[in-house]
Each structure stands twice: as C-alpha cells, then as structure tokens.
C-alpha cells in the first residue's frame, strides 16, 4: 500500500521583515515634505490672486496666454483626408500651421488634416478675409470694423477699429498692422507689437489700397494710389516700427497699386500694369511690365507668384508667368489655349510650378512645364496648394488631389 504523501503549507509572508533603506525612507520624507509646501505655496497664491488681482483675471488674458500654444495633432507630413464643412457662396479659405482654415460670413473654422475641427466661431463680418502668416492668422472685415487674431487652437484677440477696414496682416512673432479709414485723415495705418499693444499709427492722406507688415514685424509696407493729372501714381511707404521718419518714400507714375506681399529682404507690389520685386530701400530688384495685355489673376506666396494676362479680346488665351519669390527670376512664362478662372501660386516647386482652374477642370502645372488635369465633382471655390499636391475646395467640402 502506497505511503500517503502529507501536504504542509508554509506561509513565509508573515515572518519575512522587508529590508528597509533608512536613507531613501529619509530622502522620500522630505520629497514629500516639500511636495506639500509647495501645495501649500500655490494655494495662497492662487488666493492672493483672487483677492488682489481679480480684476485682471480675464477671459481675454487667457486666451492671450494660449497664444504660444502648439497642436501637437498636426504634423507638417500628415496627408489630408476629405473635410466637410456648411458651405456658402461667399467663403475664404487659407492652409494655416498645416490645417485648412474655412471662413464665411457667419462663421470661422479651423480644421486638421483628418477634418476634425480645432477652431470653431460665430462671427459677424461681411467680407472676410483670412490672413496668416508662418504662426499667426488675422481675421478681418474688409469695409467692416471687426478683426481677430488666432493661433491653431483658439481665438486670441478681437477687436473693433474706429473705421472701416482697408486691409491687414500679421508678422510670424505675433505683430500685426491694420489699415483703416480716419477721422483725421483720409487712412490710418496703425502698428502693433507681439504682445498686441498699439505702439505706432502712420496717417496718410492719399487712397491707401493695400498694407503689408515684414516677417519679422519690423516693417510696414503702405500702398497707396495718388491721383495724378489724368492718371494714378503709386506711392510706396516703408516705415520701420518705432521710428518717424519713413525708411523709404517713393512714387510710381502711372500705375495703379493693387497688392502687396512682404517677404524676408523685400517685398513683392502687385500694379494694374506690372508685378515688382522692389527691395527695404524701396529699389526695384526685378518684373514684369504688362504692356499690351489685362491682368486676370494673380496669386504670391513665400515660394512663388503666379500671373495670368489675356493676350485676347475672347479670353481664352492668356499669358501665363510664374516668378521664383526669392530672386524675382521667371521660371516659367507660356501662352495657355484655355479660359482660365483663377490662379494659385505654388508653395513647392518640385511638386508643381502652379496650379489653375477652368469652368470644367483644376489644372497643375507640373516641374517640367506639362500639365496634369483633375476633373471635379462639383464648383471648386478655391485651390490650396501644399508640399505634396493641393486642397480643392468645393462649396461643401474640401479633397486632395495630385499627391503624387
């Protein structure tokens, strides 16, 4: 007969003592020790800013301190997918912080490249115009009085002009300008610095049609159109910020300003009869005269500029010249057979030199001077253009296209 086996069960738990590090048991009184002065610390301080300083405690100074905030959401490779949005027959569009910002009327929103909505709000402005720069977009009503300021993730200033708007923009470090009509001259164009304070107003008493702030704030660029004996002249003003005396003042004859684009050592002026790249010193660097033709279209950006002149009375033949925006080379100048109904400047040249949409098609034209023809489904509204490809923006909805 088998030897029965008899099970013991040993508890050990109880009778091993845990070794015990006297100095880390020390050093983690102390951590904690601290850890609770500090609680201790930031509770009054939050009281003593409660009591003393509430007045300053204000919606608007916390949407001041998101200013520098960054969406981690968005990276600069992330391919976009379709984005829905309530459409209008009056919208702006402009690729932000590599979103798609989307404004109407009655509305501002601000997407990622997968259409979920980081920014959304109501607003009230009868011409929108979306304006942004390398961290910043402004927001304004164009013969309104309202603008705002954004970053990708919120609202940060909106304000109210005492005249209607004229035109504005904002600087990469968060310095804006805003151009506006005046009580004491005809226009007032009023600087302000990266913390949002005004800190200088430039009056002019000619027709200002359009006004450009530099990259790095420093600088404003004001056009405006002084009437002449049967004609305009354009008066460029260079004004640096903080200083009385214009950087430089000269006059155009005969030409008509209608655009202006600033870039890091110049600046890129747009007339009804010629594209410039004029220098700081306000010395013409390179363009292009359009004698004999009518300007249509024309886009700029950091990379590019696009221009589009009909060579016809019909239409459907139209020069087509796009300049390098950092030396004012042409790059590319060719007649197109076809009706062009708006044009956009490319942001890579190794994707595309440009891009141009006709009542049926979006036409890319590609590094080696051929083109590619995407046919949409519905009205295209406007075209982004990005690194890889371009954003059509329909009435609805905006898709990528040629991310080849």
């Known amino acids: 007969m088998p030897e029965k ?13 845990p070794q015990i590090n006297r100095y880390y048991l020390k050093a983690a009184r102390r951590y904690l020790a601290v850890g609770i002065v500090f609680m201790v610390v930031l509770l009054l301080y939050i009281a003593g800013v409660t009591v003393f300083l509430g007045d300053y405690v204000t919606y608007d100074n916390l949407k001041y301190l998101a200013r520098d905030f960054d969406a981690m959401t968005i990276t600069g490779n992330a391919d976009f ?6 459409g209008s027959e009056d919208m702006a569009f402009a690729y932000f912080r590599n979103g798609l910002a989307v404004c109407d009327s009655d509305s501002y929103t601000y997407f990622d490249t997968s259409g979920g909505v980081l920014v959304s709000d109501q607003i009230n402005y009868g011409d929108p115009v979306l304006a942004p720069s390398e961290k910043y977009l402004m927001l304004y009503d164009v013969g309104g ?45 009023e600087m302000y610095n990266s913390s949002f304070n005004k800190v200088m107003s430039i009056y002019k008493e000619n027709y200002v049609f359009d006004s450009a702030i530099s990259p790095d704030g420093k600088l ?31 006059t155009y004859e005969n030409t008509m ?25 306000g010395a013409i660097v390179d363009g292009i005269n359009f004698s004999g033709m009518r300007l249509k279209y024309a886009d700029i ?10 060579t016809n009375a019909l239409g459907n033949e139209n020069r087509v010249v796009v300049f390098d925006s950092s030396t004012g080379t042409i790059i590319y100048d060719e007649i197109q057979n076809y009706r062009i109904m708006g044009a956009y400047a490319s942001t ?46 329909g009435e609805s909805s905006a898709y990528p296209i040629f991310e080849d």
């Open 5 to 17: 086996i008899k099970n013991t069960q040993v508890s050990v738990a109880g009778h091993i003592e």
């Open 81 to 86: 997918k379709k984005i829905v949005y309530n």
């Open 145 to 189: 009085r309202k603008y705002s300021v954004y970053n990708q993730l919120t609202g940060i200033i909106s304000r109210e002009t005492d005249g209607d708007i004229i035109a504005g923009g904002v600087a990469d470090d968060g310095s804006f300008i805003v151009a506006a009509r005046s009580r004491e001259t005809r226009y007032v164009v």
């Open 220 to 250: 404003a660029v004001i056009c405006s159109a002084v009437p002449a004996e049967t004609d305009f002249n354009c008066e460029v003003e260079i004004c640096r910020r903080g200083e009385a005396d214009p950087v430089s003042l000269k």
């Open 257 to 281: 300003p209608l655009d202006v684009y600033t870039l890091d050592d110049g600046f890129v002026l747009l007339c009804d009869n010629g594209l410039y790249y004029i220098g700081y010193d």
């Open 301 to 310: 950006n950091d990379t590019t500029a696009v221009v589009v002149c009909s």
């Open 348 to 393: 890579n040249t190794k994707n595309a030199i440009a891009y141009f949409t006709t009542p049926q098609s979006v036409i890319r034209i590609n590094p080696e001077g051929g083109t590619d023809v995407h046919t949409p489904d519905n009205k295209v509204m406007s075209v982004i253009p990005m690194n890889k490809g371009a954003l059509v923006c």
